[in-house]
């Protein structure tokens, strides 16, 4: 059992991260694609990606098990993390003695590859290779479905700002899925092994994961920055059709969406809304809504997912771009 302790300090303190964190992405990734559970969510994913990966995957395979402890220097908490380079970067400038510390961690429960001991010597060599590993996994296995991985999370970030619009603090807690207990002034969540981690007055950070299966996780050091990445909800054929497949989104799509409706669409989709609040916008009918948001998730600009029963349809990034540069005039008939 994991156990987070707050004080009226922290409750203050806590916060939800903007966006995919690409670190642990990959990580997180890394483990379920050696798993076998969550079949429903992931399978289609893993049939796709494995052969996909076998070099990286062989070598990052190494210090992310599908299951027990895997170093906290895979994902850091300070730095740059906006883009994969920058927090690939982030990860080089690892200080040796968090190296060291964290592969002597892990050398407790398995035995450690040769390049791995190297890099707890502070062979830089190693941990570039290691880096270089981590973006090729990426660029193979995440990148191609990026896009929907992003507005999952977007989806999910404003799902937690509505529970804390209607609940405060604990409606946020509260909500974070079936597996975590919120208990004031504790924070319970399944875990493998018994945790507990006193915030004393340093807040906490929730990472929504879009691979975090099937419970939270956490820094194995209590001493770092806290952190909780808990698993998202996702649509059941959120790896179909195949990467790279936009689905029409050429310019017949794009051309649909001239006229006031899909644009209010588009508008409301930009900080997230049900097929009902929609309706009752635009006060129209609800398969008329279901049509506009098709042209638009048809174009790439809309994302629907499933929160609580509900279809839940949060703008993409490049219906965000659009809408900005409407409001920046930059949109001509």
């Known amino acids: 059992m994991l156990r987070v302790h707050f004080t009226a300090e922290d409750l203050a303190r806590v916060r939800v991260a903007a966006r995919p964190d690409f670190l642990w992405e990959i990580t997180n990734s890394m483990q379920t694609l050696q798993r076998r559970d969550g079949a429903r969510v992931f399978g289609e994913w893993r049939r796709w990606a494995r052969p996909r990966v076998a070099d990286s995957g062989r070598l990052l395979s190494h210090l992310l098990p599908p299951s027990g402890y895997s170093p906290d220097f895979l994902t850091p908490t300070r730095g740059d993390r906006g883009t994969l380079q920058s927090a690939v970067d982030t990860l080089l400038r690892t200080p040796r003695p968090r190296l060291r510390a964290d592969l002597a961690r892990m050398a407790a429960y398995r035995e450690l590859p040769r390049w791995a001991v190297s890099m707890a010597g502070g062979d830089s060599a190693a941990l570039r290779r290691l880096a270089q590993a981590m973006q090729a996994y990426h660029h193979t296995a995440i990148a191609p479905y990026w896009r929907r991985i992003h507005a999952h999370i977007d989806a999910d970030r404003i799902q937690r700002l509505h529970d804390l619009l209607d609940g405060g603090t604990d409606g946020l807690l509260a909500g974070l899925g079936p597996t975590v207990s919120w208990r ?4 319970e969540a399944a875990y493998p092994v018994e945790h507990e981690i006193q915030l004393d007055g340093r807040g906490l950070t929730l990472v929504p994961s879009f691979f975090c299966w099937p419970r939270p996780f956490t820094l194995a050091d209590p001493g770092l920055p806290p952190v909780l990445v808990y698993p998202i909800e996702h649509t059941p054929d959120w790896a179909l059709p195949r990467p790279g497949d936009r689905s029409g989104a050429g310019d017949g799509a794009l051309g649909a969406l001239l006229g006031h409706t899909r ?5 409301a ?23 506009h948001v098709s042209v638009l998730r048809d174009a790439g600009l809309v994302m629907t997912v499933r929160r609580g029963g509900r279809s839940f349809h949060v703008a993409t990034q490049e219906g965000q771009l659009l809408l900005r540069s409407a409001e920046r005039g930059e949109l001509r008939p």
Do not use: I, K
């Open 263 to 267: 644009a209010a669409v588009l508008r």
């Open 269 to 291: 989709a930009a900080t997230g809304c049900s097929t009902v609040e929609l309706a009752r916008l635009l006060d129209v009918t609800h398969p008329a809504v279901s049509r």
């Open 184 to 187: 004031p002034p504790v924070l």
